[in-house]
């Protein structure tokens, strides 16, 4: 992990002795992004920044809060572990990162990009330099009450290719004034809180604007009946429901 700066900019890939590291970007690589929901009974509002025009993945989109995980991300331990629904359903069609993993690295994203905490009030002695920040606040990871939501691997074409799971967290939930940035990188610009009638009206990635959909529907803040997982591969594109159907997407 490093301290709040671009995930994407860091390499995966170990380097032989004496060769220079470099990256596959042709690699579907993992990433975790959360999707924060603010007053959800009276006027529901959603958490969205702007990636730079020179971003070289998906520039000048809206996008939520997100990034790739880092290989230091599995040695984070979590204050509280993520319900057992979710955990199960991040296990299905995985031979990447654990559940574990994935959570804390949508979490380090979320605090990266925008400054607030998701974690548990806690004593983190120990916390790696990076998460010093996150420590001194007096938190320590948590994922008790984030939800796996959506699933979605971006097609062939684009110069990166990602595996993003999607996870639902309530605004009630996060440490801190909501409406203070000022802890965020630079990474998103124009970090608001959307009004969620309004947000797919904005310059969005097209995974974006189908998770908007599915949120708008929501009920509850709690574990979906199932997990949308678009499943974009070099033969064919499936939308398949984790824990639940299979249907071919045109």
Not at 58 to 81: R, W, Y
Not at 191 to 199: I, K, M, Y
Request: glycine share 6%; net charge negative; charged share 25%.
């Amino acid at each position: 992990m490093g301290s709040r700066c671009n995930a994407e900019t860091r390499s995966s890939l170990a380097k032989e002795p004496g060769q220079t590291m470099t990256e596959d970007k042709s690699a579907i690589r993992h990433a975790a992004t959360v999707i924060v929901l603010r007053d959800r009974a009276t006027n529901p509002r959603v958490l969205m920044g702007q990636r730079g025009a020179g971003a070289a993945f998906m520039p000048n989109k809206f996008v939520f809060p997100g990034g790739a995980v880092d290989a230091d991300d599995s040695a984070i331990p979590l204050a509280k572990p993520l319900v057992q629904t979710c955990h199960a359903r991040l296990l299905e069609d995985n031979s990447g990162p654990s559940p574990e993993t994935l959570a804390v690295a949508a979490i380090r994203e979320l605090w990266e990009e925008t400054g607030l905490i998701l974690g548990a009030p806690e004593e983190w002695q120990d916390a790696p330099k990076d998460w010093s920040g996150f420590a001194k606040a007096g938190f320590r990871p948590s994922a008790e009450k984030m939800y796996f939501f959506f699933r979605a691997i971006t097609p062939p074409g684009p110069p990166r290719r990602f595996d993003a799971r999607f996870f639902l967290v309530d605004a009630d939930q996060l440490a801190g004034d909501l409406d203070d940035f000022s802890g965020a990188s630079d990474e998103l610009s124009h970090l608001q809180w959307v009004p969620l009638d309004e947000a797919r009206a904005l310059n969005l990635p097209f995974i974006t604007s189908i998770v908007l959909g599915e949120l708008a529907a929501l009920r509850e803040i709690q574990p979906p009946a199932s997990v949308p997982f678009f499943k974009n591969q070099d033969e064919e594109s499936l939308f398949l429901r984790l824990n639940g159907s299979e249907q071919q997407y045109q």
